[in-house]
């Protein structure tokens, strides 16, 4: 069998393990979200031999590196892996701000140590010591000075316990910035945009709704956030205030109690809508199949999802 080797320690795995998995049930912690060669948090350094099915996901000069999604590999040989190490390979950041914008949702409000470019919809890996999570950008380029993530701290886990803790002025590390999936392009302008986003996959299109205003957006714009129940609509009052003050906005608050009903009321106006989805994937994948029997061409959906972690 081949074996595996991460600095002193090496094992024997059976040929074909996925990588990520056989990493994790040994010990090693390497931090995933998608497990689909998006979000880039499983980022490994490798020497040997694997099977990748992902090549294109990481750029040529990467892969030269030595750099692999561990979650796209299958073990075939003997290998050597190097985890990505926030001390070396991530950009310092300090906190500015964390309060709670409900009883579960946490505000973090970063300052790295140099300017990051970025796009609305963005992620970053957030490193609090040696524990990591994969999270959206809420925040606007060239308009917030700040990096906002909204952290969904309803379970425990290891990345949301070490976030309640944090006070401004502690240090975390940023991993590599990803995605692109999430964002506005200014083609859509004239377009119908609608973005639905379950618990804090609003994080992201908080990002792209603001960016659509900001480049003034002329087609009607809907948003839809589903959420547990009523007191989990974390941004109500800021979505209520830009409704108010832009009348191409609409603003829909859905609880899951409601969604069956909502979802069997939605149609379409326009099949020149644009759909941007995020969040838990039962309810990207309830939100995409309404769509579609909408009318929705697939080509005009753009997604993102949320794996849950303990």
């Known amino acids: 069998m081949p074996e595996l080797h991460v600095g002193e320690r090496h094992w024997s795995v059976p040929a074909g393990s996925n990588l990520l998995d056989a990493l ?19 980022l490994v350094r490798c020497q040997g031999e694997v099977q990748d099915k992902q090549p ?11 750099w692999r999604l561990a979650c796209q590999c299958q073990v075939t040989g003997d290998l050597q892996v190097e985890t990505f190490d926030p001390r070396t390979d991530g950009l310092a950041a300090h906190v500015l701000r964390a309060d709670w914008l409900n009883p579960t949702v946490l505000r973090l409000r970063l300052q790295p140590e140099h300017n990051l470019r970025y796009q609305a919809g963005q992620h970053l890996v957030l490193w609090a010591g040696r524990v990591a999570r994969p999270y959206s950008l809420a925040s606007l380029p060239q308009v917030d000075p700040y990096l906002e993530f909204h952290l ?34 200014p083609d859509w302008q ?3 945009l609608w973005l639905l986003g379950a618990g804090t996959g609003m994080a992201p299109l908080w990002g ?8 003034d957006h002329q087609g009607a714009i809907r ?23 832009h009348a191409n906005l609409t603003v829909e608050l859905w609880t899951a109690a409601e969604l069956t009903e909502a979802l069997a009321q939605l149609r379409l106006v326009s099949r020149q809508t644009l ?12 939100f995409s199949k309404r769509l579609f029997l909408a009318g929705l061409p697939r ?4 997604a993102d999802v949320f794996l849950p972690r303990g």
């Open 208 to 215: 792209v709704l603001r960016e659509a205003l900001r480049q």
């Open 152 to 185: 969904d701290c309803r379970l425990p886990g290891e990345f949301s316990d070490a976030a309640r803790k944090l006070k401004v002025g502690d240090s975390l590390r940023l991993g590599e910035l990803r995605g692109g999936a999430l964002h506005y392009d």
């Open 24 to 42: 994790n049930q040994a010990g090693v912690a390497v931090p995933y979200s998608c497990r689909a060669g998006s979000c880039h948090a499983c």
């Open 299 to 302: 080509n005009q959906l753009l």
């Open 190 to 192: 004239a377009r119908p």
């Open 223 to 245: 948003v839809i956030h589903l959420a547990h129940d009523a007191n989990g609509h974390y941004l109500a009052e800021p979505l209520a205030a830009l409704e108010a003050s």
């Open 275 to 286: 759909a941007l989805l995020c969040g838990h994937p039962a309810s990207v994948e309830a």
């Open 56 to 66: 294109d996901a990481l750029s040529p000069v990467q892969r030269q590196e030595g």
